[in-house]
């Protein structure tokens, strides 16, 4: 079942309930008007027969001249006719029994004796009876004279011309509601086929970049900020996300081939050089360059992995870490690689104030050694590398400072990417993977951080890692 069908059986449904509603209550309405109606013309005519009684009767009843007079009976003064030719007149002693009628069907008008009673204490009875099938509406009021009950009155009027109209009415009302409810729902059809055309030029359309793998390709936008021109910017923003994740993916997997061949050529290489039968000497070198190029394929593999786990958001723990022992450790583990076959550089830690970070505290340690080992790497021998880490607030800034190469200013955009080198040479000859500064932006941004660089070529680098501080 479509949605377009859905929706205009729920809204047909809706406006049946409605109309039903409106209808039956019109219909209630009407009913209780006519009867009131009629209750009202009885009251009438019970008040002028009084009258007519105190006029003509004077002080006492007389139901002989009741009867007599039954059609000549004047609700001020005498001589105007009372006309109630559908209003049968009925006069009954306090006992019930029968002193005067204006036909011989008030007569058989079945008599209440509960009524009756009523009626003659003092008190107006309304009832409906039923003649075989004719409905009559009746009242029973007290006749007075003096202030005292002499007779009760029971006046009845047939209710067929009211049910008539009340029958007329339904089929009116019936007949309209049918109408009604054809209009609305080809009216609903109708709206609903036209509001939900955008949605579905927009599920075709989105239906065919799928199939196509056309991702470049964008949906229309509606000119209207309305729910439809939500859902295309939804669409676009998606549609973005999963160009730049393709893009991100074709460049990791180029990247990721181009950084392996290298060292599995040198393996290779190294391997084939130790089945030639080579001197001792030369087949532990061969080994040794080997290992090394296993160990740089180690590291990248390792580092791609958590780059893949931090893209799903599974790589991060979130304990109290205390940082400033994590950063004098790391400074601690890497004081054995300031000395290279170029000379040595000297590694220093400015500051270290007590702090806690909310995060995983191995994560925290790989940033803070991929820093510190990529600013030893680029710092030339007799070069220093400062690290402080210092609170602001409720922010740790750690801090990593060299006097080495510097990064030119076209770059700087640039570093954080994956598998980015500003010198590609230089870098492949320091040992580098080019996942590191990736990897540092990564844990920054999965603890709710920030990291900035600023660099001046010839001059050195500084690199600052902001971090919230854990609430104490």
């Given amino acids: 079942m479509s949605l377009r069908f859905r929706l205009a059986l729920i809204y047909t449904v809706a406006f049946l309930i409605a109309l039903a509603i409106l209808g039956s209550a019109i219909y209630l309405v009407l009913r209780q008007t006519l009867t009131t109606g009629i209750d009202d013309e009885l009251a009438d005519l019970a008040g002028q027969i009084e009258r007519a009684v105190v006029i003509r009767g004077g002080d006492r009843l007389d139901a002989q001249h009741l009867l007599d007079e039954m059609f000549v009976l004047s609700p001020p003064t005498p001589g105007q006719e009372l006309r109630a030719q559908n209003i049968h007149i009925h006069i009954l002693s306090t006992d019930g029994r029968s002193l005067a009628s204006s036909s011989l069907t008030a007569e058989t008008v079945p008599l209440d004796p509960a009524a009756v009673a009523a009626a003659a204490s003092g008190e107006d009875v309304y009832q409906t009876v039923r003649i075989g099938g004719v409905r009559l509406r009746s009242r029973y009021s007290p006749l007075t004279i003096n202030g005292e009950t002499v007779a009760v009155v029971q006046l009845s009027e047939s209710l067929s011309p009211m049910m008539k109209t009340i029958a007329e009415f339904r089929t009116l009302l019936l007949a309209g509601g049918i109408l009604a409810l054809l209009g609305g729902l080809i009216g609903t059809w109708s709206l609903t086929r036209q509001a939900l055309q955008p949605v579905s030029d927009l599920t075709n ?31 676009n923003a998606l549609l973005d996300r999963i160009s730049v994740m393709l893009d991100r993916q074709r460049t990791l997997v180029a990247d990721t081939s181009h950084e392996l061949r290298n060292p599995l050529m040198v393996v290779r290489g190294n391997l084939e050089l130790l089945a030639a039968g080579l001197p001792p000497e030369e087949q532990r070198d061969a080994a040794r360059d080997a290992i090394e190029e296993v160990d740089r394929m180690t590291r ?48 220093e830690l400015t500051a270290n104030d007590p702090l806690i970070i909310r995060g995983d505290a191995e994560r925290l340690r790989q940033l803070v050694w991929n820093l510190v080992e990529n600013a030893l790497r680029y710092t030339p021998a007799g070069g220093t590398v400062s690290v402080s880490l210092r609170r602001h607030g409720q922010v740790a800034e750690l801090t990593v400072a060299d006097t080495g190469i510097g990064i030119a200013a076209e770059h700087l955009p640039h570093i954080f990417e994956r598998f980015y080198r500003a010198d590609t040479g230089r870098s492949r000859a320091v040992g580098g993977t080019g996942l590191g500064l990736s990897i540092v932006r990564q844990i920054t941004e999965a603890h709710g951080g920030q990291v900035r660089v600023r660099s001046t070529p010839g001059e050195g680098s500084t690199f600052t890692v902001a971090l919230p501080i854990s609430e104490e």
Avoid: S, W
């Avoid at 199939?211 to 439809?228: C, K, L, M, S, Y």
């Avoid at 870490?321 to 890497?334: C, H, S, T, W």
């Fill in 205 to 235: 359309r989105v239906a065919r970049i799928a199939e196509t793998g056309e991702f470049n390709e964008r949906v229309p936008e509606a000119d209207e900020p309305d729910e439809i021109g939500r859902l295309a910017l939804t669409f």
């Fill in 300 to 347: 990248l593999v390792q580092d791609l992995l958590f780059l893949a786990d931090a893209d799903a958001d599974l790589a991060i723990e979130h304990d109290d870490v205390p940082l400033e022992a994590l950063v004098a450790n790391v400074v601690e583990d890497a004081q054995r690689i300031t000395t290279r076959a170029d000379g040595v550089r000297t590694l």
